[in-house]
């Protein structure tokens, strides 16, 4: 078997993984940043700390740092994560923290008078933000959340730290086989490069499609 | 006027921030049917009343009846309360998410519970009602600011209210998109509908309103029909006040 027949499948394999990993990190990770988000601004104070402290902690460790805690330093204590899982968790709890803060100051920027108007409708409290404010700061916060999606899809690269066979690690085995730098790592970069290329041609389509007058965000 | 007659109530409200008296002591009342009009130089609580009334703005002290129901009680669910009260905002707070007819079925879908269809309808009456049926697809940002006052007059008008309030309605509008406002709020005050109304707008007030409340301080200092007050003003304050509105507005309006 040529080096190309053994080694086109395997990075289609650990593509799959790859993709497995971000079906469940993503839609994850933006609900998260939603319920962080909330919890901050409309949280009582323990629950707004709390998620402030999340966020803190997350934004504040690289990545790969995290991943490392997750699965080396977690079964000290007695707490283990199979490797997939253990990246999907780093990854969900990153992206999340990252995507929260634009949630956030975009339910920040959502003029007071919506509210009044919601609140003097007769409408909850909870009402007003899943009706009037939530609609209006993801419309606002959706280009940020689209950039660290794109992140998440690069950074997933970094799930072979802790052992998954997603398609870096693939690439990497390969190399260490064969020692085809050029092609291997311009194989792995080609994918990469169409995944962050696709999701921002659909995140921009969506963002036409989601555009409504006066609520623009600046560019 | 007999009790039953007496669809608002407010006693002796007071609100301070910090060291600022905002409202010291506010007590009045507007009949079914009634425009009250209240106004006076800006910082005098005019929309902090308001907003006591409907406890958007929570009052230290004193109680608001709405049709004989404690607003101020702990115990009474004051989102029931808002429901019956119409609010217009100065500044239109229009939901910039939702085109106009969306703006006025909105309260009555996600509120009331009323089913979409039967929303829409009601919502395309009420817009008709303000003359902007044909408008009902735009979003906020495609109305000029008297099309936008005129959406929130609706939105409010959808929810059946028993009173609505007008807190400045035609303060933030060019002096040209002014009277479509004014003469949506006239129609409605000919057909009884009860409002409390702030406004510097004197030839609305002399037309329609019933009574006229002037505020100083967090205080109503005076109070009578709108033409009585403005041709013979008891207090200093009130007789300058209207005179820099006629300069202001000349008298016509």
């Known amino acids: 078997m040529s080096f190309w027949d053994t080694f086109l499948p395997s990075l ?16 994850i990770s933006v609900t998260l940043a939603i319920s962080l988000a909330i919890g901050r601004v409309y949280g009582k104070r323990p629950v707004s700390l709390l998620a402030a402290g999340f966020v ?37 709890f990153c992206s999340g923290a990252y995507q929260s803060e634009y949630v956030r100051a975009a339910i920040r920027s959502i003029d007071m008078g919506q509210s009044l108007a919601a609140r003097s409708l007769g409408m909850s ?14 419309i606002r916060a959706f280009p940020g959340i689209s950039n660290e ?50 999701a921002s041609v659909g995140f921009r389509r969506l963002e036409n499609r989601l555009r409504i007058p006066g609520l623009e965000v600046a560019r | 006027m007999s009790e039953a007659e007496i669809v608002l109530k407010a006693e002796n409200l007071r ?68 429901q019956k009260i119409g609010f217009v905002f100065q500044e239109f707070n229009l939901f ?69 309030f007008y807190d400045e309605p035609t303060s933030a509008l060019d002096p040209h998109l002014i009277g479509e406002v004014l003469e949506v709020m006239k129609e409605l005050a000919r057909e009884k509908m009860t409002s409390l109304v702030v ?11 019933d009574e006229m409340m002037f505020m100083v301080d967090g205080r109503i200092v005076e109070r009578g029909t709108p033409r009585e007050l403005i041709s013979h003003p008891q207090y200093e304050v009130t007789k300058s006040f209207f005179e820099r509105i006629q300069e202001l507005y000349g008298s016509e309006r």
Not at chain 2, 47 to 65: H, I, K, M, Q
Not at chain 2, 202 to 209: H, I, K, L, R
């Open chain 1, 12 to 27: 289609l394999q650990g593509w799959l993984i790859t993709l497995a990993m971000l079906a469940l990190a993503i839609p």
């Open chain 1, 56 to 92: 803190g902690l997350f934004r504040g460790l690289p990545l790969i740092v995290t991943l490392l805690i997750i699965f080396f330093a977690l079964p000290k204590v007695g707490v283990y994560f199979a490797p997939f899982w253990a990246a999907v968790l780093g990854f969900i």
């Open chain 1, 125 to 138: 409290k909870f009402r007003e933000v899943i009706h009037i404010i939530l609609p209006q700061a993801l």
């Open chain 1, 149 to 198: 999606i794109i992140y998440l899809i690069l950074y997933s690269s970094l799930a072979y730290v802790v052992g998954v066979s997603e398609m870096f690690a693939v690439s990497k085995h390969f190399n260490s086989l064969y020692f085809r730098s050029i092609e291997i790592f311009s194989a792995a970069a080609v994918v990469y490069l169409v995944m962050a290329t696709t």
């Open chain 2, 15 to 82: 609100k301070r921030y910090g060291e600022h008296e905002v409202l010291r002591g506010i007590s009045f009342e507007v009949g079914r049917g009634e425009t009250k009009i209240m106004c006076g130089p800006s910082g005098s609580g005019k929309s902090t009343a308001l907003r006591c009334l409907n406890l958007l703005t929570t009052p230290d002290e004193g109680r608001v009846w709405l049709e004989g129901t404690d607003v101020t009680a702990p115990s009474t669910d004051i989102n029931k309360i808002r």
């Open chain 2, 96 to 164: 910039n998410h939702l085109n106009a007819l969306k703006n006025v079925s909105i309260g009555l879908e996600k509120v009331r519970k009323i089913g979409k269809d039967e929303a829409r309808k009601i919502a395309l009456e009420q817009l008709r009602r303000v003359g902007l049926e044909e408008h009902a697809e735009k979003y906020p940002a495609e109305l000029s600011g008297g099309q936008k006052q005129r959406v929130a007059v609706a939105r409010a008008l959808a929810m059946s209210p028993v009173i609505v």
């Open chain 2, 199 to 209: 406004t510097h707008e004197m030839g609305f007030a002399q037309s329609v309103g």
